[in-house]
């Protein structure tokens, strides 16, 4: 792909951008949409994953990712994996499920808030940088220093200059990381329109979803394009040799699952380190202790 282009001049902001969003988004033509993020040909695919091949595939790339999370420890490795994409692309997901098998003291998602008064007045990158990793550690990005280049660009919360600076520096920036020792790998999870929109239907009809749902989530709906542009143009700039962008499939969400753990485990290559089995020691033997009575505990009710 192409690693320069000039770059487009802003375009003016379409009309009813200033009314809800939940209007606005019916006002996008349908036909420029629907390749607005996804490949010029979608590849020729199975049918949809079982449930039962899904789960035994993802139990048996759970045992890779404790084999590479403790070889990443044994050999003082340093890796940073950040995902990003449109809203309801399934990066959450993906995370979830790579978290799941690994130890928490040192595998951990970094997923920050909207930043501070006082962080707004810093070096952009500086609030990220206390969650790089240390030797033996993996830190997941949900979301990064990519929001100026996708959420901040298109809401206008930072400015032109802001912008431009961001573009210029984050390439020098993740070199220093690289060039410091940090396996840096940068997912982008592509999800179709037409799968966008089912998705976010199913959120606003599930309670326990619906709190993904939030305001910015309908308002990126209805400036589909404008996040298209932005997205191409930080591809533009930002998809180098030392830090490439890997795009992910992602309106199935059991392949993308299991085709970024797969990949994720191929950019770190680990052997088995597996300790021998554990022989348990017998217990103590009882000594005569009588232990105090349950009754003067308290337990919670159990309604079940």
Avoid at 55 to 83: C, M, Q, S, T, Y
Avoid at 182 to 209: H, N
Avoid at 216 to 226: F, T
């Amino acid at each position: 792909m192409a690693k320069t282009k000039a770059r487009e001049d802003k375009p003016p902001s379409p009309a009813g951008r200033n009314r809800r969003p939940e209007r606005d988004a019916l006002d996008i033509p349908a036909a420029a949409i629907n390749q607005a993020d996804v490949p010029d040909a979608a590849p020729n695919r199975a049918p949809g994953l079982s449930t039962k091949s899904y789960e035994a595939e993802l139990l048996r790339l759970n045992i890779e990712l404790v084999k590479w999370a403790e070889w990443i420890k044994a050999r003082g490795l340093k890796v940073v994996a950040l995902f990003e994409g449109r809203d309801a692309a399934g990066k959450g997901g993906a995370i979830k499920r790579i978290m799941e098998p690994l130890n928490p003291r040192f595998a951990r998602v970094v997923a920050l808030p909207a930043p501070t008064e006082r962080e707004r007045t810093q070096w952009y990158f500086q609030r990220y940088v206390p969650h790089l990793p240390a030797a033996g550690e993996i830190t997941l990005l949900d979301r990064s220093w990519y929001n100026r280049a996708g959420v901040e660009r298109v809401m206008g919360f930072c400015s032109e200059d802001e912008y431009q600076e961001f573009l210029r520096s984050c390439p020098e920036f993740e070199r220093m990381l690289v060039r410091s020792g940090i396996i840096l790998l940068k997912y982008w999870f592509s999800v179709s329109d037409a799968e966008q929109e089912r998705r976010f239907q199913g959120r606003m009809d599930d309670p326990t979803k619906r709190w993904k749902l939030s305001p910015m989530d309908v308002e990126s709906r209805a400036r589909w394009l404008d996040y298209s542009k932005a997205k191409d143009e930080m591809f533009a700039h930002t998809d180098f040799k030392q830090a490439p962008w890997w795009v992910v499939r992602s309106d199935d969400k059991k392949r993308a699952r299991l085709n970024v753990i797969t990949h994720l485990l191929g950019q770190v290559p680990y052997e088995d380190l597996t300790p021998e089995p554990i022989v348990l020691p017998p217990r103590q033997k009882d000594t005569g202790y009588v232990r105090p009575p349950m009754s003067d505990q308290t337990f919670i009710p159990e309604p079940f």
